[in-house]
């Protein structure tokens, strides 16, 4: 993205950031809602006007096509990006991208938490520990006991990398569940994760799914993919997107088609 595009993104030490309760929409089950939202940096468009509802609860899949305007609509939703236009409706509050940022985890995407790989586990693991802790709190490295329970809820079934492995050395499926754990390492009330259509493994990405159906059971979560979900999946809601691209690239998209 532009450095145009950077700037409506937030700096964590905006808003308070410490856990709190989950709290229920005004308007029935509804937690976010997006009114012809879009975000344009200084050379055009990065997507929109874009309607969104998310509910309360449960995973959320978006349907549209991978990049800049997807990814920024994800950040946009997890209160990562302020809206140029339109308006955005997230726990009783309008077009405050700090309140929603605090009440929101972001994962899997590169832009914001994306992990230098020649690093262990247990030094990925021990940085969120620290950043989430309170600043005159000493922090210990990492332990396994640490890792057991911050990626256990995200991991369910599935086995834990060893704590000194490289991260560039994990199976992409591993690789995507640390990162969404580190991430979700408070638990807020949402919780939003890059598409997962970026794994190359159909198996992993409906693995990848269950595993989000299973934290929607306590969270509201957001993901994207451009083909939607998978048969029997346990998603509450499938939600096609619109205007994820500036005209001009969609209409070269349609001409490479005929």
């Known amino acids: 993205m532009s450095e145009s595009a950077h700037d409506a993104r937030l700096s964590p030490d905006d808003p308070a950031t410490a856990p709190i309760a989950v709290q229920s929409a005004p308007d029935g089950d509804v937690l976010v809602r997006a009114e012809g939202i879009g975000v344009r940096a200084s050379w055009g468009p990065i997507y929109g006007p874009t309607d969104v509802t998310i509910r309360e609860g449960g995973l959320t899949v978006l349907v549209g096509s991978g990049g800049r305007g ?10 990562r990006m302020r809206p140029s236009s339109g308006k955005l409706h997230a726990f009783g509050k309008t077009n405050n991208a700090q309140y929603l940022f605090s009440r929101a985890a972001i994962a ?37 006991a640490d890792m057991e329970r911050i990626c256990r809820p995200v991991f369910g079934p599935y086995s834990l990398p060893d704590i000194d492995d490289f991260v560039e050395e994990l199976p992409e ?5 640390l990162r969404i754990a580190v991430a979700n390492i408070r638990r807020p009330p949402l919780l939003v994760v890059g598409g997962v259509d970026r794994l190359t493994r159909i198996d992993s990405a409906q693995k990848l799914i269950d595993r989000l159906a299973a934290l929607g059971e306590t969270q509201t979560v957001v993901t994207a993919d451009v083909n939607g979900t998978f048969p029997g999946a346990r998603v509450r809601d499938v939600i096609d997107v619109h205007n994820l691209t500036d005209h001009e690239f969609v209409e070269l ?4 088609r005929t």
């Open 70 to 79: 997807r990814t920024a609509l994800l950040l946009t939703l997890g209160g």
């Open 108 to 144: 899997w995407i590169d832009e914001v938490d994306g992990i230098e790989q020649t690093i262990r586990v247990r030094d990925v693991i021990t940085e969120q520990i620290r950043w989430a802790a309170k600043w005159y709190k000493w922090v210990p490295r990492a332990t396994p």
């Open 173 to 177: 499926f591993t690789a995507a569940l």
């Open 253 to 256: 998209e349609t001409e490479d």
